[in-house]
């Protein structure tokens, strides 16, 4: 209710100020319009003026006389200037009384507009105040409610376990098949890698043994990439025991070839020490 009292008292203040404000614009336009009027007054005074004098010029000059009778030349000629100044200056009189009325005329419509953009602009403020005053605040009420949580029976703790045991044998033949799978197709990209660039390889075998062994291992790769996503564990430990009958003496002997040299120093070093502890004795 408090909230609504003051929203009200709030209102009824606008409305005061607005009110106000209109009131002030309208006495603003009355003085500026009184003003044109004054300024509309004095223009057609002076203007009148001024035609008053021009008439008097006119008038004295048409006086002169020559001094054997009739008007002078001069004279004629002053009656003529006057006459055209006369109506050239009530031209400029009624030319600046229009100037005046446009001048006041559009200083009202300029005064109008700025009057018009501060009630737009006083009107925007009020609009944001009120939509600042209108924020409310409310304080939530949160409850939290915990459910009571039993302890497992004997039963129930039986048969969580087997679910768990299950769930641990099946991640782990998972993991077996991955495993039987990346050793399949690693085996197969490092021997074709070996039979193609192994100088050592190369040095213990045939051209005849590389290509044909070459061709099962492609043959291999492509039953993997088609079938082999679908095979067991079982069926890939076979495929790469398989590959390895053909491979595994190869690479013995290109062990061998690259091991001897080793071996058979060593062998001649023990054979001259124990020449040499022979002799000794």
Same mark, same amino acid.
């Given at each position: 209710k408090k909230e609504g009292e003051e929203e009200k008292?709030?209102?009824e203040e606008e409305k005061k100020e607005g009110e106000e404000a209109e009131k002030k614009e309208g006495?603003?336009?009355e003085a500026a319009a009184k003003e044109g009027e004054e300024k509309k007054e004095e223009a057609a005074e002076e203007a009148a @003026?001024?035609?008053d004098d021009a008439k008097k010029? @006119? %008038?004295?000059?048409? *006086? @002169?006389?020559w001094p054997f009778g009739g008007k002078d030349k001069d004279g004629e000629g002053a009656e003529k200037d006057g006459e055209e100044k006369e109506e050239k200056e009530e031209k400029a009189g009624e030319e600046k009384a229009e100037d005046d009325k446009d001048? &006041? &005329?559009k200083d009202g419509e300029s005064? $109008? $507009? $700025?009057? *018009?953009?501060?009630?737009?602009? %006083?009107?925007? $403020?009020?609009?944001t105040m009120k939509e600042e005053k209108r924020v409310r605040r409310v304080a939530l009420q949160v409850a939290a409610e915990t459910p009571d949580i039993k302890p497992f029976n004997a039963t129930q703790i039986t048969a969580t376990k087997k679910v768990l045991r299950e769930y641990d044998e099946r991640e782990a033949k998972i993991r077996e098949r991955a495993s039987a799978f990346n050793a +399949?197709?690693?085996y197969i990209y490092v021997t074709k890698e070996k039979l193609e660039d192994s100088e050592e390889l190369k040095a213990v075998t045939t051209a005849e043994t590389r290509e044909k062994f070459t061709e099962q291992l492609t043959a291999m790769s492509g039953w993997l990439d088609e079938d082999g996503w679908e095979a067991t564990t079982e069926v890939l430990t076979d495929? +790469?025991?398989e590959m390895k009958l053909v491979g595994d003496p190869m690479f013995f002997r290109m062990k061998q070839t690259m091991e001897r040299p080793e071996a058979v120093a060593k062998a001649r070093e023990m054979i001259v020490a124990v020449e040499g502890a022979v002799a000794n004795l």
């Amino acid at each position: 209710k408090k909230e609504g009292e003051e929203e009200k008292k709030e209102g009824e203040e606008e409305k005061k100020e607005g009110e106000e404000a209109e009131k002030k614009e309208g006495t603003e336009e009355e003085a500026a319009a009184k003003e044109g009027e004054e300024k509309k007054e004095e223009a057609a005074e002076e203007a009148a @003026g001024e035609a008053d004098d021009a008439k008097k010029d @006119g %008038k004295e000059k048409k *006086k @002169g006389w020559w001094p054997f009778g009739g008007k002078d030349k001069d004279g004629e000629g002053a009656e003529k200037d006057g006459e055209e100044k006369e109506e050239k200056e009530e031209k400029a009189g009624e030319e600046k009384a229009e100037d005046d009325k446009d001048g &006041d &005329d559009k200083d009202g419509e300029s005064k $109008k $507009k $700025k009057d *018009k953009k501060k009630k737009k602009e %006083k009107t925007k $403020k009020v609009c944001t105040m009120k939509e600042e005053k209108r924020v409310r605040r409310v304080a939530l009420q949160v409850a939290a409610e915990t459910p009571d949580i039993k302890p497992f029976n004997a039963t129930q703790i039986t048969a969580t376990k087997k679910v768990l045991r299950e769930y641990d044998e099946r991640e782990a033949k998972i993991r077996e098949r991955a495993s039987a799978f990346n050793a +399949l197709e690693s085996y197969i990209y490092v021997t074709k890698e070996k039979l193609e660039d192994s100088e050592e390889l190369k040095a213990v075998t045939t051209a005849e043994t590389r290509e044909k062994f070459t061709e099962q291992l492609t043959a291999m790769s492509g039953w993997l990439d088609e079938d082999g996503w679908e095979a067991t564990t079982e069926v890939l430990t076979d495929k +790469l025991n398989e590959m390895k009958l053909v491979g595994d003496p190869m690479f013995f002997r290109m062990k061998q070839t690259m091991e001897r040299p080793e071996a058979v120093a060593k062998a001649r070093e023990m054979i001259v020490a124990v020449e040499g502890a022979v002799a000794n004795l």
